[in-house]
C-alpha cells in the first residue's frame, strides 16, 4: 500500500492493514470546494480514504480519521487538509463515469448492509 504499511486482508471496501488499522473506501463527489458526506457508512473502521472522483488536480484520495467524519454531512477541503493523514492522486479517467460511481456507491452499501 503506498502509505507505508502492508494490506493483510481486503473485503471490500474495507482494507485491513499490518499495523492492525483498518480502512474504508468512500467514494465521494465536491461541489464549491466541499465533500459530500451524506452517504458515508457508520462502520467500526479507524480510517476512511476518501476517493473526491470529480476532483481532477491536486491530491483527491485522501485518509482521514473516521472520527473527523462521522455525523457530518459535509466537509471543506480546508478541514480535509488540516485533518488528513496521508493524499495521493489517483487518476479517474473516462471509464470512471457518474453512472460506475453510482453503482460502486450502490454496491458499497449493499455490503454494508448485509455485514451479521
Known amino acids: 500500500m503506498e502509505w ?5 486482508e481486503v473485503c471490500p471496501p474495507i482494507f485491513q492493514t499490518a499495523k492492525n488499522m483498518s480502512v474504508l473506501v468512500h467514494f465521494v463527489t465536491a461541489e464549491n470546494q466541499e465533500v459530500n458526506l451524506q452517504e458515508l457508512p457508520n462502520y467500526n473502521v479507524n480510517y ?6 470529480n ?3 491536486g491530491d ?3 485518509v482521514m480519521n473516521y472520527f473527523d ?3 457530518k454531512d459535509r466537509i ?5 487538509a488540516d485533518k488528513c493523514k496521508r493524499k495521493m492522486y489517483v487518476d479517474f479517467d473516462d471509464v470512471f463515469n457518474d453512472e460506475a460511481h ?3 456507491q450502490r454496491w458499497q452499501k ?4 448485509n455485514e451479521p
Not at 110 to 113: A, G, N, T, V
Open 69 to 71: 467524519l462521522v455525523g
Open 48 to 53: 476512511v480514504a476518501l476517493a473526491i472522483t
Open 4 to 8: 507505508g504499511t502492508e494490506v493483510t
Open 102 to 104: 453510482k453503482r460502486l
Open 76 to 80: 471543506t477541503y480546508q478541514e480535509i
Open 60 to 62: 483527491n484520495v485522501v
Open 110 to 113: 449493499e455490503i454494508l448492509d
Open 55 to 57: 476532483k481532477t488536480t
